[in-house]
């Protein structure tokens, strides 16, 4: 079974960067899918970014230009660089995976078995 783990989270001021790492372990699906979910207070959950075992990426649209998703595989960790953040991404941050290609992974938090802890990155105008 995959464990995941985020790091990183933290309190910045609106504008400000910070990248956050999400560590795999145990099983790692050969070819598979990981992404960057949050949650904001009070909202659904909602994709961030995801990335293709071959290093495609894909966005959400609140995001496109800002985050930034990228992998190191022999320390089975993804990052997420995040900068020019705003208010709004104020949010609890998770990693999943799966298996396969990512498709609509993004639009379909709810197929997520479970979720971590996550970690929580507070943005302040």
């Known amino acids: 079974q995959v464990q995941l783990v985020e790091s990183g989270g933290g309190s910045v001021q609106s504008g400000g960067s910070l990248r956050l790492s999400c560590a795999s372990s145990?099983?790692?699906?050969?070819?598979?899918?990981m992404a960057w979910f949050r949650r904001s207070p009070g909202k659904e959950r909602e994709g961030v970014a995801a990335i293709e075992h071959d290093d495609g990426t894909t966005y959400g649209e609140s995001v496109k230009g800002r985050f930034t998703i990228s992998q190191e595989r022999g320390k089975n960790t993804m990052y997420l660089e995040m900068s020019r953040l705003e208010p709004e991404d104020t949010a609890t941050y998770y990693c999943a995976a799966k298996p396969g290609l990512c498709g609509l992974y993004l639009q379909q938090p709810s197929v997520v078995p479970s979720w971590g802890q996550g970690t929580t990155v507070t943005v302040s105008s």
């Open positions: 145990g099983y790692v699906y050969s070819g598979r899918c």
